[in-house]
């Protein structure tokens, strides 16, 4: 024992156990270790890392909710990841193992044949997560690295096609697809991924006809059998896109044969009835056959798709009434489809739009559909473009549907009105279970049964509360602003999110607060039934003034939805029906010249009889007026466009001498452009402009002079005159101050006396970058004789990026002026808006600031302490913008925002969103 014990331990023996365990534990380059860690890394990685894969794919398959109104998408795909970054893909057990073992592969086994695979399984699993960029990482690394062996750069390149395609960049995604397509020439097999990746990029691009011919290769070479399934599933849905019916009704008979997830058997049996009954022109069958399918319990949670497949096939027919039938009953049984019920609003809408011109039904429809859709929804802008639209005429028909309710009652003996008021503010509600969501008001016996034209039928006298449109009107714009409230103390509390609001069902109760006064008169302070009833019984248009009130609201109504009607929506016809009942109901209005040329313009072509007669009506009962010059020689309008941008420049012109106290210059200025065009509605600002240089360079003798003239000659201008009254009630209150005066305008001096009293601005912060108020404001500054003070910069706070609009009352709320060029000097303009201010509202305190963004400039006037106020200063300042704006009309818009608001206005896309947070708000 002794001798082997020596043996055992000799020097040699030692070492080369040493060496064995050694190379036993260390990777080496040999035969051996390639053999052991191929082995290793095909069996123990590679095949268990596709079964995860497999049975993550089979998961997804199984939550995966397609939507089967639009063309399916060839794989079935994760959401990207919202930032790469800073949010990292959520944890998910099986692909979080797939990579590591990936990662073992590539660390451990670098010697093995299965690198380019453990990359690629990497780059899966993190394209199944929603890392797309790091998966095109590996995909491009494979691709690059392995470019030789031709199957591995076509599988790689396809995944990278994917990952781009998923992150939106089509074009480089469709340069790898046709490196790979060139490749892919050489490859037998193997190659019906790339040709379905190809094919989703043509959908993309809705090349349909050649995604078409690449799914049917696919198709032909796939092995996986949901695969193919999908795929025919998207070729027929494709062919039916391309009018191919014949290969389309084929294909989806296929599906339906075939061992397809239920949902899938459902809609591909629907379409084939579908596509049966357009090709042999049946009759009955077509519907008989989709009803049929009711009687399967299977199809129970199907029912909303059945209904809205029969309304598709009568509206490809023609059969509007019917097919509105059957979408209504689609939404009626729609119990968890959303989108499917969203589809069924937009078609009745689309409906009422277009065939029934039905608009103010078609417009609660659209907003039913887009409080469902998904924002990525098709089209999902112009709908919602639409219904805001919509809106317009929806308010108008509203309005009159009110005043008409209120002259009736106002017709009854006082003795009556009490009552019938009492009755009509405590009305009875039957909440309707129709499509529409609308409420509807028991109608009253007593009164006579009046319709209003809510479509292309009839136009006559209308009762508001036998309105159902109206009243639905009313009632939507109640619950936007305040919620479901009932009538009781302190009603206006508790304000709720637009979200609670739009969730929230109107429960039966009191709807006097929806009711406005025919005056206009919309103060709610008083809660209670009896003060409501008072006050809308003095506001009814018992006298003739309020009457002529009255009808004045429903003639603009008029007026306004038969433009929209002939402007917007291009319906002559429906413009024609509401200028005629305008005029039969009030034939002499203050909208008559405008009236008569509408018809003359809409009548040309068609009957031009009737557009000689109103043409001759033009021309002979308003010869001076803009429309029988325009019928006299078609370019003046463009002659007119062309003057204003003259007298808009050459004010600026006038403007900036007056800045550098070029007074002669001004004053020169001002008397040729007064004389080259007098009757233009500039020229009562070139007369201040004047008077101020005058006054500037003379005693105040002068300065009266021209303030006199001012007032004489432009008595009814609502910039100028108002503010010029106000300055010669100063100088006659401080006559014996001017009078010692050199010049009765001078510069600067805290110490010389006001020229005009103001209030002391209040001190906004400004955003983001505000300019010095008072160069643009000089001249009024210099009447004042107190410099206003300049604003402090501050730094604005950072905007979140994801932060949105409220609807939340505040305490500040400012009227913008934006102007979407940032190149333009807008000193001018602020002198106008100066003017306006100081003559219209002398004893507020509102002043003006400028916010210079990357492409717009934000003038905004400051402040108001609640909506109403705001709205009120809006409807005066409106009208007279075109004149105090010196810039082209298209480049500019006004609007209401409240502070909070207004410091997220941070660039041109926030102010777009906040023009259609607005109008969905606030108009």
């Given at each position: 024992?002794?001798?082997?014990?020596?043996?055992?331990?000799?020097?040699?023996?030692?070492?080369?156990?040493?060496?064995?365990?050694y190379g036993c534990i260390t990777p080496k380059d040999t035969s051996f270790s390639r053999k052991m860690q191929n082995l290793t890394a095909r069996y123990n990685y590679i095949y268990n890392s596709n079964v995860l894969l497999t049975e993550y794919n089979q998961s997804l398959a199984e939550s995966y909710v397609d939507n089967y109104e639009q063309t399916l998408s060839v794989y079935l795909d994760p959401e990207p990841q919202v930032n790469l970054v800073l949010t990292p893909a959520a944890p998910n057990k099986q692909l979080d193992e797939v990579i590591t073992k990936g990662q073992t592969i590539i660390n451990d086994k670098s010697f093995s044949n299965y690198i380019d695979d453990a990359y690629m399984l990497l780059g899966k699993a993190n394209y199944l997560k929603g890392n797309f960029f790091i998966a095109s990482e590996y995909f491009d690394y494979v691709a690059k690295t392995y470019n030789n062996d031709l199957?591995?750069?076509?599988?790689?390149?396809?995944?990278?096609?994917?990952?781009?395609?998923?992150?939106?960049?089509?074009?480089?995604?469709?340069?790898?697809?046709?490196?790979?397509?060139?490749?892919?020439?050489?490859?037998?097999?193997?190659?019906?991924?790339?040709?379905?990746?190809?094919?989703?990029?043509?959908?993309?691009?809705?090349?349909?006809?050649?995604?078409?011919?690449?799914?049917?290769?696919?198709?032909?070479?796939?092995?996986?059998?949901?695969?193919?399934i999908r795929w025919r599933f998207i070729l027929a849905q494709l062919q039916e896109k391309e009018n191919n019916l014949q290969d389309a009704y084929a294909n989806f008979t296929k599906v339906e044969k075939s061992n397809a997830p239920f949902e899938m058997y459902f809609h591909a049996n629907l379409n084939r009835i579908k596509l049966k009954a357009l090709l042999g022109g049946e009759k009955l069958n077509k519907e008989q056959q989709l009803l049929a399918l009711l009687k399967d319990d299977k199809n129970i949670d199907y029912t909303d798709q059945i209904y809205y497949q029969v309304g598709e096939l009568f509206s490809a027919e023609g059969n509007f009434p019917k097919a509105a039938d059957n979408y209504n009953k689609s939404i009626q049984q729609s119990t968890r489809n959303q989108n499917q019920k969203a589809l069924s609003y937009l078609r009745i809408a689309d409906l009422n739009f277009k065939e029934f011109k039905?608009?103010?039904?078609?417009?609660?429809?659209?907003?039913?559909?887009?409080?469902?859709?998904?924002?990525?929804?098709?089209?999902?802008?112009?709908?919602?473009?639409?219904?805001?639209?919509?809106?317009?005429?929806?308010?108008?028909?509203?309005?009159?549907?009110?005043?008409?309710?209120?002259?009736?009652?106002?017709?009854?003996?006082?003795?009556?009105?009490?009552?019938?008021?009492?009755?009509?503010?405590?009305?009875?509600?039957?909440?309707?279970?129709?499509?529409?969501?609308?409420?509807?008001?028991?109608?009253?016996?007593?009164?006579?049964?009046?319709?209003?034209?809510?479509?292309?039928?009839?136009?006559?006298?209308?009762?508001?509360?036998?309105?159902?449109?109206?009243?639905?009107?009313?009632?939507?714009?109640?619950?936007?602003?305040?919620?479901?409230?009932?009538?009781?103390?302190?009603?206006?509390?508790?304000?709720?999110?637009?979200?609670?609001?739009?969730?929230?069902?109107?429960?039966?109760?009191?709807?006097?607060?929806?009711?406005?006064?025919?005056?206009?008169?919309?103060?709610?302070?008083?809660?209670?039934?009896?003060?409501?009833?008072?006050?809308?019984?003095?506001?009814?248009?018992?006298?003739?003034?309020?009457?002529?009130?009255?009808?004045?609201?429903?003639?603009?109504?008029?007026?306004?939805?038969?433009?929209?009607?002939?402007?917007?929506?291009?319906?002559?016809?429906?413009?024609?029906?509401?200028?005629?009942?305008?005029?039969?109901?009030?034939?002499?209005?203050?909208?008559?010249?405008?009236?008569?040329?509408?018809?003359?313009?809409?009548?040309?072509?068609?009957?031009?009889?009737?557009?000689?007669?109103?043409?001759?009506?033009?021309?002979?009962?308003?010869?001076?007026?803009?429309?029988?010059?325009?019928?006299?020689?078609?370019?003046?309008?463009?002659?007119?466009?062309?003057?204003?941008?003259?007298?808009?420049?050459?004010?600026?012109?006038?403007?900036?001498?007056?800045?550098?106290?070029?007074?002669?210059?001004?004053?020169?200025?001002?008397?040729?452009?007064?004389?080259?065009?007098?009757?233009?509605?500039?020229?009562?600002?070139?007369?201040?402009?004047?008077?101020?240089?005058?006054?500037?360079?003379?005693?105040?003798?002068?300065?009266?002079?021209?303030?006199?003239?001012?007032?004489?000659?432009?008595?009814?201008?609502?910039?100028?005159?108002?503010?010029?009254?106000?300055?010669?009630?100063?100088?006659?209150?401080?006559?014996?101050?001017?009078?010692?005066?050199?010049?009765?305008?001078?510069?600067?001096?805290?110490?010389?006396?006001?020229?005009?009293?103001?209030?002391?601005?209040?001190?906004?912060?400004?955003?983001?970058?505000?300019?010095?108020?008072?160069?643009?404001?000089?001249?009024?500054?210099?009447?004042?004789?107190?410099?206003?003070?300049?604003?402090?910069?501050?730094?604005?706070?950072?905007?979140?990026?994801?932060?949105?609009?409220?609807?939340?009352?505040?305490?500040?709320?400012?009227?913008?002026?934006?102007?979407?060029?940032?190149?333009?000097?807008?000193?001018?303009?602020?002198?106008?808006?100066?003017?306006?201010?100081?003559?219209?509202?002398?004893?507020?305190?509102?002043?003006?600031?400028?916010?210079?963004?990357?492409?717009?400039?934000?003038?905004?006037?400051?402040?108001?302490?609640?909506?109403?106020?705001?709205?009120?200063?809006?409807?005066?300042?409106?009208?007279?913008?075109?004149?105090?704006?010196?810039?082209?009309?298209?480049?500019?818009?006004?609007?209401?925002?409240?502070?909070?608001?207004?410091?997220?206005?941070?660039?041109?896309?926030?102010?777009?969103?906040?023009?259609?947070?607005?109008?969905?708000?606030?108009?």
């Amino acid at each position: 024992m002794k001798n082997y014990a020596n043996k055992a331990s000799h020097p040699l023996i030692i070492c080369l156990s040493l060496l064995f365990f050694y190379g036993c534990i260390t990777p080496k380059d040999t035969s051996f270790s390639r053999k052991m860690q191929n082995l290793t890394a095909r069996y123990n990685y590679i095949y268990n890392s596709n079964v995860l894969l497999t049975e993550y794919n089979q998961s997804l398959a199984e939550s995966y909710v397609d939507n089967y109104e639009q063309t399916l998408s060839v794989y079935l795909d994760p959401e990207p990841q919202v930032n790469l970054v800073l949010t990292p893909a959520a944890p998910n057990k099986q692909l979080d193992e797939v990579i590591t073992k990936g990662q073992t592969i590539i660390n451990d086994k670098s010697f093995s044949n299965y690198i380019d695979d453990a990359y690629m399984l990497l780059g899966k699993a993190n394209y199944l997560k929603g890392n797309f960029f790091i998966a095109s990482e590996y995909f491009d690394y494979v691709a690059k690295t392995y470019n030789n062996d031709l199957k591995v750069f076509i599988m790689a390149m396809n995944w990278k096609a994917r990952s781009q395609m998923e992150l939106n960049n089509m074009s480089f995604a469709d340069k790898v697809l046709d490196t790979m397509l060139r490749a892919a020439d050489q490859l037998k097999k193997d190659i019906a991924e790339p040709l379905a990746t190809t094919a989703q990029m043509r959908i993309y691009q809705k090349r349909n006809k050649e995604a078409i011919l690449l799914l049917e290769s696919a198709i032909a070479s796939t092995k996986e059998q949901q695969q193919r399934i999908r795929w025919r599933f998207i070729l027929a849905q494709l062919q039916e896109k391309e009018n191919n019916l014949q290969d389309a009704y084929a294909n989806f008979t296929k599906v339906e044969k075939s061992n397809a997830p239920f949902e899938m058997y459902f809609h591909a049996n629907l379409n084939r009835i579908k596509l049966k009954a357009l090709l042999g022109g049946e009759k009955l069958n077509k519907e008989q056959q989709l009803l049929a399918l009711l009687k399967d319990d299977k199809n129970i949670d199907y029912t909303d798709q059945i209904y809205y497949q029969v309304g598709e096939l009568f509206s490809a027919e023609g059969n509007f009434p019917k097919a509105a039938d059957n979408y209504n009953k689609s939404i009626q049984q729609s119990t968890r489809n959303q989108n499917q019920k969203a589809l069924s609003y937009l078609r009745i809408a689309d409906l009422n739009f277009k065939e029934f011109k039905n608009y103010i039904k078609a417009k609660l429809y659209y907003d039913s559909a887009v409080t469902i859709l998904p924002k990525n929804f098709p089209d999902y802008d112009n709908i919602v473009k639409k219904a805001n639209n919509l809106q317009y005429l929806t308010d108008r028909y509203t309005i009159i549907s009110r005043e008409d309710t209120a002259q009736i009652i106002a017709k009854l003996p006082a003795a009556e009105r009490e009552a019938r008021v009492k009755r009509y503010l405590t009305p009875k509600v039957v909440v309707s279970s129709t499509s529409t969501n609308t409420n509807r008001f028991i109608d009253d016996p007593d009164f006579p049964r009046q319709t209003l034209n809510t479509g292309a039928n009839n136009i006559g006298s209308t009762f508001y509360f036998n309105n159902n449109a109206a009243i639905s009107s009313g009632f939507g714009d109640f619950k936007k602003r305040w919620g479901n409230r009932q009538l009781e103390d302190n009603w206006r509390q508790s304000i709720r999110s637009s979200a609670q609001e739009n969730n929230q069902v109107l429960a039966g109760g009191k709807v006097a607060n929806d009711i406005i006064p025919a005056n206009g008169n919309t103060d709610q302070s008083a809660t209670d039934q009896t003060s409501l009833e008072k006050q809308y019984l003095d506001a009814l248009p018992t006298t003739p003034e309020q009457l002529a009130g009255s009808n004045q609201k429903i003639i603009d109504a008029y007026f306004e939805i038969a433009s929209f009607y002939q402007q917007e929506l291009n319906d002559k016809a429906e413009a024609d029906k509401i200028y005629l009942e305008l005029l039969k109901r009030f034939p002499e209005n203050n909208h008559l010249a405008a009236i008569y040329y509408s018809l003359y313009l809409n009548s040309q072509g068609g009957n031009e009889a009737k557009s000689a007669e109103y043409k001759q009506l033009v021309l002979s009962k308003f010869p001076e007026s803009n429309f029988a010059k325009t019928i006299l020689d078609p370019s003046y309008s463009a002659k007119q466009s062309e003057i204003e941008n003259i007298t808009n420049n050459n004010y600026n012109v006038a403007f900036n001498a007056y800045a550098k106290k070029d007074y002669p210059a001004v004053i020169k200025q001002a008397d040729d452009n007064i004389q080259a065009f007098p009757k233009n509605d500039l020229a009562p600002q070139y007369a201040y402009l004047k008077a101020i240089a005058v006054g500037r360079t003379s005693k105040v003798d002068a300065l009266l002079t021209q303030f006199n003239k001012i007032t004489t000659d432009y008595p009814d201008d609502k910039i100028i005159t108002p503010l010029v009254r106000e300055h010669l009630k100063y100088i006659e209150a401080n006559m014996e101050d001017f009078k010692l005066r050199t010049f009765a305008l001078v510069d600067f001096d805290s110490s010389e006396p006001r020229f005009v009293s103001q209030a002391t601005p209040i001190d906004v912060k400004p955003k983001p970058i505000p300019t010095d108020i008072n160069a643009a404001d000089k001249p009024a500054a210099e009447l004042a004789k107190v410099p206003e003070k300049t604003a402090e910069v501050k730094t604005p706070e950072p905007v979140k990026a994801n932060s949105i609009f409220s609807t939340a009352k505040s305490e500040e709320y400012y009227y913008v002026i934006d102007v979407a060029d940032a190149t333009l000097t807008l000193s001018s303009s602020r002198f106008g808006i100066g003017q306006f201010n100081r003559g219209n509202y002398p004893d507020n305190d509102l002043t003006h600031k400028l916010v210079e963004l990357d492409n717009d400039q934000l003038i905004y006037i400051v402040s108001f302490v609640d909506l109403e106020d705001a709205k009120i200063y809006e409807e005066s300042i409106k009208g007279q913008l075109k004149n105090i704006m010196k810039v082209p009309a298209s480049i500019y818009k006004g609007f209401i925002v409240s502070k909070e608001n207004f410091e997220k206005l941070t660039d041109r896309q926030r102010i777009n969103d906040y023009l259609t947070f607005y109008n969905e708000n606030y108009r």
